[in-house]
């Protein structure tokens, strides 16, 4: 692990596990709404939701066991918000607004954590930024899979854009060694202004000239 590179920042573990705790909550209701499944179902996709993107970056940069496996508080807090959207489905949408904020924080979170990880494993820059991205990402696309959906990522508003910028912002800081909490913490905000104003104002990335792609609804993404 490269020296002088630090992931575990305890404000960020904190946002990190609260995101855990959300992408759990979002990707179990994605569940819901896009198959008739049992409790053990919408909790399993809930959790691979909150876990999967951590878990490709872990084996990927060969932090084995991974984290997800290594700290129990990451299991039950995806667990948790499996089970609390399994419950209280019928509800849920009423918080639509919260939810989709600590999806964002969520996706911000995961997209630092994943680049400066990849970066203390030796990893180059381009590299690390794509693993943040996937460490934001990937659980949700693993889900649309099992699910038989064209993953959100590729065709909804803006999500995988935004942790693109706040992964290469982290990976600019470390390079000019200047990373730390204002640092981390700085790239987290722009991931979340960027993420919440596409929300905000329905905007997608670029579609070909004449498609006619589906313009995704904000809370299909974790």
């Not at 691979?48 to 990927?60: E, K, S, Y």
């Not at 000019?176 to 790239?187: D, K, M, N, Q, T």
């Not at 905000?189 to 670029?206: E, K, Q, S, T």
């Not at 792609?213 to 904000?218: F, H, L, V």
Request: charged residues 15%; proline residues 5%.
């Amino acid at each position: 692990m490269r020296a002088g590179v630090t992931f575990e920042l305890p404000v960020l573990l904190a946002l990190d596990l609260t995101g855990t705790f959300a992408f759990g909550l979002n990707g179990a209701l994605t569940a819901v709404r896009a198959a008739r499944l049992d409790m053990v179902g919408v909790v399993a996709l809930g959790m691979i939701t909150a876990l999967g993107g951590g878990i490709i970056r872990d084996v990927l940069i060969g932090s084995i066991p991974p984290a997800a496996f290594r700290d129990w508080r990451y299991f039950i807090l995806a667990a948790s918000g499996g089970l609390i959207a399994f419950a209280l489905s019928r509800w849920l949408h009423r918080l639509e607004t919260p939810i989709l904020v600590l999806d964002a924080i969520g996706l911000s979170t995961f997209a630092v954590i994943g680049t400066t990880k990849a970066l203390a494993f030796g990893l180059g820059a381009v590299p690390a930024v794509l693993l943040g991205v996937v460490t934001g990402v990937g659980g949700g696309t693993i889900r649309d899979t099992l699910v038989r959906r064209i993953p959100s990522v590729l065709h909804s508003d803006l999500y995988a854009i935004p942790a693109l910028v706040g992964a290469a912002i982290t990976a600019a800081t470390v390079r000019a060694g200047v990373y730390g909490l204002p640092a981390a913490l700085g790239a987290v905000v722009v991931c979340f202004l960027i993420r919440m104003i596409g929300v905000r104002y329905d905007l997608n990335a670029p579609q070909p000239p004449g498609g006619s792609g589906r313009r995704g609804s904000p809370r299909d993404d974790a």
